[in-house]
């Protein structure tokens, strides 16, 4: 079970605004999959080594460090809620 | 005050010097225009993939050597989840629980005793982008975000809670500062911020074996403004305690102007980042031959040099010491070393006058203008009696300014040493006669006055009088007088 202050501190690290509905809701959902994920701990995994990742894959790299093709300012500034000249302009943080 | 130690770790951060970000192809160039080094990799655009740039293992693996550390057979990257505008992805790729590098240390030297100071890890992270704001953060009306330096490879270097006085982390960050910079990976300047520093102190009693609580220092952007922070903080520590008070965990911002540490409350002090294996990035296996064949191709390091410059040119253990503290000072020593072979004497004006003259203008030495081999000339000049040595500082001062030849400005400024018997002899026979008064005390036994007629030689001569065939005329015709 996952209880209602949980969500809360999930919720204010995700900066997300949930209504006490939601809260009730998420905290159902959330408990639901945790709830079934808990299944795993019913294996025996005393033998098996941690997993990083599902890809049996190591070592992916660039081999030359070599200057690649940037964005112009115009398409990086495209998606900008708010810019000043070549800037993003955000509201004050703290 | 005097029952109390402190505890001090310190986080460093220092900047790859790789041509190309840590996971795309962008410029890792410090400056230009805002958001012009950026691609949708590192803007963390939906549906891209970063890929390793295996230079910036490479040069971790260097710098993790360097610092006796042992490199991990295998290591991930993982997500550390935080919302903040300089970090466009809203997580960081880090690593968390398997780092490149362990179990290091390095020997720093206060107070003429050596100590073994731990690196606890090693890790490679990314970069976040730069804010500007209008005065401070906390009044600013706005703020200004640039995403250049986002994906900028880093490392992040963790110390053992092993440094006791602001002293002692000040050497640390120095050491730590010159060996990073003989490896090549970086250029470590705390002012362009390619070196940037976070500290941990805590205070207790002395003889305890237990940590007191901590707090965590930022926005510490000079040597002198982590000493002069650490102090601080170590003070006010000792002062809540000493009153009954308790310190409370969280993390300070120093305020350079004031000389004070302040709170950073805020709500997401909770730190939650929620660290997860980064799903795409796949895992490193860590080649054990490379990291050999890194190993095998690190230069020597400062301590080594250091070492060698004892042996080797036979200097004093202080001399070796500050020429080697940065790569460029004793490269500098030994390009000149390598013309001339008076060891002492080359450091002794590359200790003094260079360094000073370096130090007032704010100069690093690679932008001096005196080349090792007009520094040679200098005194070769000197050594031929040419010039005497009080010419050659002013000689040397000239060179700084205008990086001229020495004999350029020896010949256009008429600066050759009179060694002419006869020419001195005059110019001392005038003094005598200007200064009736001070030759009577002479005469009469004070003795000390005799510097005061050498003082007035010299200045007759603009400072170009042989001072020793000065004082020579000057005291035998001074003996003469008191003879009759």
Same mark, same amino acid.
């Given at each position: 079970?996952?209880?209602?202050?949980?969500?809360?501190?999930?919720?204010?690290?995700?900066?997300?605004?949930?209504?006490?509905?939601?809260?009730?809701?998420?905290?159902?959902?959330?408990?639901?999959?945790?709830?079934?994920?808990?299944?795993?701990?019913?294996?025996?995994?005393?033998?098996?080594?941690?997993?990083?990742?599902?890809?049996?894959?190591?070592?992916?790299?660039?081999?030359?460090?070599?200057?690649?093709?940037?964005?112009?300012?115009?398409?990086?500034?495209?998606?900008?809620?708010?810019?000043?000249?070549?800037?993003?302009?955000?509201?004050?943080?703290? | 005050?005097?029952?109390?130690?402190?505890?001090?770790?310190?986080?460093?951060?220092?900047?790859?010097?790789?041509?190309?970000?840590?996971?795309?192809?962008?410029?890792?160039?410090?400056?230009?225009?805002?958001?012009?080094?950026?691609?949708?990799?590192?803007?963390?655009?939906?549906?891209?993939?970063?890929?390793?740039?295996?230079?910036?293992?490479?040069?971790?693996? #260097?710098?993790?050597?360097?610092?006796?550390?042992?490199?991990?057979?295998?290591?991930?990257?993982?997500?550390?989840?935080?919302?903040?505008?300089?970090?466009?992805?809203?997580?960081?790729?880090?690593?968390?629980?398997?780092?490149?590098?362990?179990?290091?240390?390095?020997?720093?030297?206060?107070?003429?005793?050596?100590?073994?100071?731990?690196?606890?890890?090693?890790?490679?992270?990314?970069?976040?982008?730069?804010?500007?704001?209008?005065?401070?953060?906390?009044?600013?009306?706005?703020?200004?975000?640039?995403?250049?330096?986002?994906?900028?490879?880093?490392?992040?270097?963790?110390?053992?809670?092993?440094?006791?006085?602001?002293?002692?982390?000040?050497?640390?960050?120095?050491?730590?500062?010159?060996?990073?910079?003989?490896?090549?990976?970086?250029?470590?300047?705390?002012?362009?911020?390619?070196?940037?520093?976070?500290?941990?102190?805590?205070?207790?009693?002395?003889?305890?074996?237990?940590?007191?609580?901590?707090?965590?220092?930022?926005?510490?952007?000079?040597?002198?403004?982590?000493?002069?922070?650490?102090?601080?903080?170590?003070?006010?520590?000792?002062?809540?305690?000493?009153?009954?008070?308790?310190?409370?965990?969280?993390?300070?911002?120093?305020?350079?102007?004031?000389?004070?540490?302040?709170?950073?409350?805020?709500?997401?002090?909770?730190?939650?980042?929620?660290?997860?294996?980064?799903?795409?990035?796949?895992?490193?296996?860590?080649?054990?031959?490379?990291?050999?064949?890194?190993?095998?191709?690190?230069?020597?390091?400062?301590?080594?040099?250091?070492?060698?410059?004892?042996?080797?040119?036979?200097?004093?253990?202080?001399?070796?010491?500050?020429?080697?503290?940065?790569?460029?000072?004793?490269?500098?020593?030994?390009?000149?070393?390598?013309?001339?072979?008076?060891?002492?004497?080359?450091?002794?004006?590359?200790?003094?006058?260079?360094?000073?003259?370096?130090?007032?203008?704010?100069?690093?030495?690679?932008?001096?203008?005196?080349?090792?081999?007009?520094?040679?000339?200098?005194?070769?000049?000197?050594?031929?009696?040419?010039?005497?040595?009080?010419?050659?500082?002013?000689?040397?001062?000239?060179?700084?300014?205008?990086?001229?030849?020495?004999?350029?400005?020896?010949?256009?400024?008429?600066?050759?040493?009179?060694?002419?018997?006869?020419?001195?002899?005059?110019?001392?026979?005038?003094?005598?006669?200007?200064?009736?008064?001070?030759?009577?005390?002479?005469?009469?036994?004070?003795? #000390?006055?005799?510097?005061?007629?050498?003082?007035?030689?010299?200045?007759?001569?603009?400072?170009?009088?042989?001072?020793?065939?000065?004082?020579?005329?000057?005291?035998?015709?001074?003996?003469?007088?008191?003879?009759?």
């Amino acid at each position: 079970m996952i209880s209602i202050k949980e969500v809360e501190h999930v919720a204010l690290l995700a900066r997300l605004e949930l209504s006490e509905e939601e809260k009730e809701m998420y905290a159902r959902q959330l408990g639901a999959i945790l709830e079934y994920a808990q299944m795993l701990n019913e294996l025996d995994t005393a033998d098996v080594p941690p997993t990083a990742h599902v890809l049996p894959l190591q070592n992916v790299w660039r081999e030359k460090d070599e200057v690649g093709r940037q964005l112009e300012p115009e398409e990086v500034l495209a998606n900008a809620p708010d810019r000043e000249g070549q800037f993003f302009k955000v509201p004050r943080i703290v | 005050m005097h029952d109390y130690e402190a505890v001090i770790g310190l986080e460093v951060h220092v900047e790859l010097k790789t041509n190309t970000k840590i996971f795309c192809r962008c410029p890792t160039a410090f400056g230009g225009d805002p958001n012009a080094h950026v691609c949708p990799v590192c803007l963390g655009l939906p549906g891209v993939l970063p890929v390793l740039n295996k230079k910036v293992l490479e040069y971790a693996i #260097k710098a993790a050597l360097a610092l006796n550390c042992e490199i991990a057979a295998y290591s991930k990257f993982d997500r550390k989840n935080y919302y903040y505008p300089d970090l466009p992805k809203n997580y960081q790729i880090s690593q968390y629980d398997l780092p490149l590098a362990r179990n290091g240390y390095l020997d720093i030297e206060v107070d003429g005793e050596v100590k073994r100071v731990g690196i606890i890890r090693i890790h490679m992270e990314e970069d976040a982008g730069k804010l500007l704001h209008q005065g401070t953060i906390t009044t600013t009306p706005y703020s200004l975000v640039d995403y250049n330096r986002t994906g900028v490879p880093l490392i992040e270097i963790v110390s053992a809670p092993d440094l006791r006085t602001p002293e002692e982390a000040k050497a640390y960050l120095e050491k730590l500062k010159a060996i990073i910079q003989y490896t090549g990976v970086s250029d470590c300047k705390m002012e362009e911020g390619s070196l940037r520093c976070d500290a941990n102190v805590s205070v207790r009693k002395k003889g305890s074996r237990e940590f007191g609580t901590k707090t965590e220092i930022k926005n510490l952007n000079s040597f002198k403004a982590v000493q002069r922070a650490l102090a601080y903080e170590i003070r006010r520590q000792v002062a809540v305690l000493e009153e009954g008070g308790r310190i409370v965990q969280e993390t300070r911002m120093w305020d350079e102007a004031e000389g004070v540490t302040r709170s950073m409350r805020s709500k997401e002090e909770a730190h939650d980042y929620r660290y997860f294996p980064e799903p795409d990035l796949v895992p490193l296996v860590i080649d054990r031959q490379w990291v050999e064949e890194i190993r095998a191709s690190l230069p020597e390091l400062p301590d080594q040099r250091r070492q060698r410059y004892i042996k080797q040119y036979g200097l004093p253990p202080y001399d070796a010491a500050v020429l080697t503290a940065t790569k460029e000072m004793a490269d500098y020593f030994e390009e000149c070393v390598a013309l001339y072979p008076n060891a002492k004497a080359v450091s002794n004006w590359v200790m003094g006058d260079l360094s000073r003259l370096l130090n007032a203008h704010n100069l690093e030495i690679t932008r001096c203008k005196i080349r090792p081999q007009q520094l040679v000339d200098l005194l070769r000049l000197m050594d031929k009696g040419t010039i005497s040595g009080k010419i050659a500082k002013t000689v040397f001062e000239e060179m700084f300014a205008t990086g001229k030849d020495p004999e350029e400005i020896v010949r256009e400024q008429g600066l050759v040493q009179i060694t002419d018997e006869g020419a001195i002899a005059a110019v001392v026979e005038e003094v005598l006669a200007a200064n009736p008064k001070v030759v009577a005390d002479y005469l009469g036994g004070k003795e #000390k006055v005799f510097a005061f007629l050498v003082g007035q030689v010299m200045k007759a001569t603009r400072g170009k009088a042989n001072p020793e065939l000065a004082n020579r005329l000057l005291r035998e015709k001074l003996e003469n007088l008191k003879g009759r």
